[in-house]
Protein backbone atom coordinates (compact mmCIF):
# COMPACT_ATOMS: atom_id res chain seq x y z
CA UNK A 1 0.00 0.00 0.00
CA UNK A 2 1.43 3.39 -1.04
CA UNK A 3 0.51 6.28 1.58
CA UNK A 4 0.19 9.95 0.46
CA UNK A 5 0.65 12.97 2.59
CA UNK A 6 -2.85 13.78 2.49
CA UNK A 7 -3.72 10.84 4.10
CA UNK A 8 -5.63 11.23 7.44
CA UNK A 9 -4.13 8.99 10.11
CA UNK A 10 -6.35 8.47 13.02
CA UNK A 11 -5.49 7.55 16.84
CA UNK A 12 -6.92 6.35 19.88
CA UNK A 13 -6.16 6.78 23.23
CA UNK A 14 -7.84 6.40 26.40
CA UNK A 15 -9.58 8.98 28.49
CA UNK A 16 -6.20 9.15 30.65
CA UNK A 17 -3.95 9.31 28.02
CA UNK A 18 -5.41 12.29 26.25
CA UNK A 19 -5.49 13.97 29.27
CA UNK A 20 -2.27 13.36 30.03
CA UNK A 21 -1.03 14.32 26.44
CA UNK A 22 -2.92 17.15 26.18
CA UNK A 23 -1.56 18.51 29.70
CA UNK A 24 2.24 17.79 28.20
CA UNK A 25 1.18 19.68 25.45
CA UNK A 26 -0.08 22.56 27.09
CA UNK A 27 2.03 22.91 29.60
CA UNK A 28 4.72 22.91 26.91
CA UNK A 29 3.56 25.35 24.45
CA UNK A 30 2.67 27.75 27.21
CA UNK A 31 6.67 27.65 27.96
CA UNK A 32 7.65 27.18 24.54
CA UNK A 33 10.20 24.96 25.68
CA UNK A 34 9.82 22.41 23.34
CA UNK A 35 12.02 23.77 20.23
CA UNK A 36 12.52 22.44 17.44
CA UNK A 37 11.70 22.53 14.01
CA UNK A 38 8.51 24.91 13.13
CA UNK A 39 6.97 22.16 11.22
CA UNK A 40 6.83 20.17 14.08
CA UNK A 41 5.77 22.39 16.08
CA UNK A 42 3.00 23.07 14.22
CA UNK A 43 1.62 19.33 14.63
CA UNK A 44 2.54 19.95 17.70
CA UNK A 45 -0.10 22.72 18.14
CA UNK A 46 -2.84 21.64 16.19
CA UNK A 47 -2.61 18.28 18.20
CA UNK A 48 -3.28 20.11 21.46
CA UNK A 49 -6.15 22.18 19.79
CA UNK A 50 -7.50 18.52 18.64
CA UNK A 51 -7.48 17.33 21.95
CA UNK A 52 -8.71 20.64 23.39
CA UNK A 53 -11.88 20.93 21.39
CA UNK A 54 -12.58 16.89 22.17
CA UNK A 55 -11.98 16.99 26.18
CA UNK A 56 -14.56 18.76 28.44
CA UNK A 57 -12.50 17.54 31.74
CA UNK A 58 -9.53 20.66 31.57
CA UNK A 59 -12.58 22.64 31.69
CA UNK A 60 -13.86 21.13 34.72
CA UNK A 61 -13.42 22.61 38.42
CA UNK A 62 -11.44 19.60 39.58
CA UNK A 63 -9.54 19.45 36.53
CA UNK A 64 -6.03 18.55 39.17
CA UNK A 65 -7.19 15.49 40.28
CA UNK A 66 -8.46 14.19 37.39
CA UNK A 67 -5.16 14.93 35.63
CA UNK A 68 -3.62 13.45 38.82
CA UNK A 69 -6.03 10.08 38.86
CA UNK A 70 -5.22 10.32 35.06
CA UNK A 71 -1.26 10.31 35.34
CA UNK A 72 -2.00 7.62 37.92
CA UNK A 73 -3.97 5.43 35.12
CA UNK A 74 -1.78 5.92 32.82
CA UNK A 75 1.47 4.51 34.71
CA UNK A 76 -0.67 1.34 36.19
CA UNK A 77 -0.98 0.06 32.75
CA UNK A 78 2.66 0.45 30.96
Given at each position: M?????????????M???????E????????????????????L????????S?????????????????????????
Open positions: TSTMDEVVSLQLRSEALVLFWLASNNETDSLGGDPAEMRVWDLEAQLEKLVVPFDADYDEQLARARADVLRET
